[in-house]
Structures are given as C-alpha cells and as structure tokens.
C-alpha cells in the first residue's frame, strides 16, 4: 500500500541526488537546471563543458560538472560516489544523416550502440546498488518517439531506442521492490543541438505546424525538463515501466510520409 500523507508544496527535489548525461546544453542542461530549482544536486556528466549561460538559473539546488565520454567502458568514480537518487539517461545521437540499413557498415552499428544504448547499461548498473540499498531511486531514460514508430533511413538507431524502451519496462519490473522506479520520456520535435527546428524550417513554412502536430510547435526543451521533473519526484512515485511522450500528440496523430522527389518526411509542405 503507497503513503497516504498527502503532498506537500515546495521544492519537489529537496536532499535528492541527481546525474544527468549530456547535460552541457540542450534538453540535458534543461533537465539539470529545472532539477537545481527544485534543491537536487545534480552531477553532469558530458564529453562538452556547458557555456557560462546554461545553469544560470538554477537556484536551490546546485549543479556541478564532470567530463565524460559515455561510449568509454568504465564509469567514472565520481558518479557513484555522488550516491544518486536520480539518474536521467540522456545522451543519444543518430550520428549520421539518413542513409539506407544496406549501406550501412558494423562500426556504424557499433557506434550506435555505444551511444544509445550501451552506455545505459553500464551506468544503470554501477548506480542501481546504492539506490537499492537506499530504498530509493528514480531512472529516467530518455528514448524517441521513433522507438515506437518507424524513422525510414535510421533502422539501426531506431533498434536500439527501442531496445532502450525495453530495456525500460523489464527493469522497472525487476527493482520496483527494491524502492527503484525506471521510466521512459520519448521526445519528438523538440528544438534541440541535434534538430534546429527554427534553422530548418524555413520561414515560409513556419504556418503549416499545426499541421505536423496537434499542439503545434515546435517544443522546448524545457517542455521535456517538466515531464523529467515530475517522473524524478514523489508526485510520481506509483508511476514506473512507462513512457511518456513529449511530442505534441506526433505520435498519437501520424507518422512519416514520402516525399514525391524521394525520401521521407515527418513535416510535409503538402498535407
């Protein structure tokens, strides 16, 4: 039976512990500053050093930061030894512009994934131990709507963020008595370091959004740091195995659709 006493206002991080990787920009630093806000401690983890502007905002909490390649085998000390409560995995790339699975070679799998998903593994593990010794702990991995639908030229990455999703719900299953909550947030058309949406979509096309996404768009990072939010904190605390979309309703309402000249799109200039 869960706690009865009710919830309570202020900072819902107070005293928690937080890692979060590829935290120096973008929905990573997002994640981080909405964290600090609410009184975590937060570690990022990153391959890049933030910019002096990224965690100017954080109040309550504090964030400090290490250098790390998360396709390296081992996992730095320092983030154990930060004993977290929160761990978001964040860190997840493409790598390439599309190209057909054909054409693609082994050590393009292989980077893959490193970066998508293997990385998870070894950094979930080396933080469950402590968590289940503490009784607490809330996993927050970061997938793509194209976990749960196709993305025509990305195949291998596509695998692996589903794998990722996977790998989300039967780990949920196998700590949940262990005080341990895993959960998945699959973003789509978030403008982001990787997809530019105010660089990509020309302005002319600016109009047609509410076309590409039932809320239109597109979103911020911080429209992910909320739902983070709320997964990491007690308001979810009967909440594990899931994922939540952060997408604008892509996932609900469609899909991909070709282009006459070739290729696909997920933003088409003629509904």
């Given at each position: 039976?869960?706690?009865?006493?009710?919830?309570?206002?202020?900072?819902?991080?107070?005293?928690?512990?937080?890692?979060?990787?590829?935290?120096?920009?973008?929905i990573g630093a997002a994640v981080a500053r909405v964290f600090?806000?609410?009184?975590?401690?937060?570690?990022?983890?990153?391959?890049?050093?933030?910019?002096?502007?990224?965690?100017d905002t954080a109040a309550g909490g504090a964030i400090t930061t290490i250098e790390w390649d998360v396709r390296t085998a081992a996992c730095p000390p320092a983030i154990v030894e930060h004993r977290p409560d929160i761990l978001v995995n964040n860190v997840g790339h493409y790598l390439q512009p599309p190209h057909t699975f054909a054409t693609n070679s082994q050590t393009l799998w292989e980077e893959l994934h490193e970066i998508n998903f293997g990385h998870v593994l070894r950094l979930t593990q080396a933080v469950v131990p402590g968590m289940s010794?503490?009784?607490?702990?809330?996993?927050?991995?970061?997938?793509?709507v194209e976990a749960h639908r196709a993305i025509p030229g990305h195949s291998v990455y596509s695998g692996y963020k589903a794998a990722l999703t996977g790998f989300t719900r039967s780990l949920a299953a196998e700590v949940g008595s262990d005080g341990i909550r895993v959960n998945a947030i699959a973003p789509d058309l978030i403008e982001s370091v990787q997809v530019p949406y105010a660089e990509l979509v020309p302005e002319q096309d600016v109009p047609l959004w509410p076309t590409w996404s039932p809320?239109?768009?597109?979103?911020?990072?911080?429209?992910?740091?909320?739902?983070?939010?709320f997964l990491a904190s007690d308001l979810a605390r009967f909440v594990t195995g899931g994922t939540i979309h952060v997408d604008g309703g892509t996932h609900a309402a469609g899909g991909w659709v070709p282009r006459q000249s070739g290729g696909?799109?997920?933003?088409?200039?003629n509904p």
């Open positions: 039976m869960t706690d009865p006493t009710p919830f309570t206002p202020g900072p819902l991080l107070a005293s928690r512990r937080a890692v979060v990787t590829g935290g120096a920009a973008g600090a806000t609410h009184g975590a401690q937060v570690l990022v983890a990153d391959i890049e050093q933030p910019g002096p502007a990224e965690f010794e503490r009784h607490r702990g809330s996993i927050i991995n970061l997938t793509t809320l239109g768009g597109p979103g911020r990072p911080e429209d992910v740091a909320g739902v983070a939010l696909w799109t997920n933003r088409p200039r």
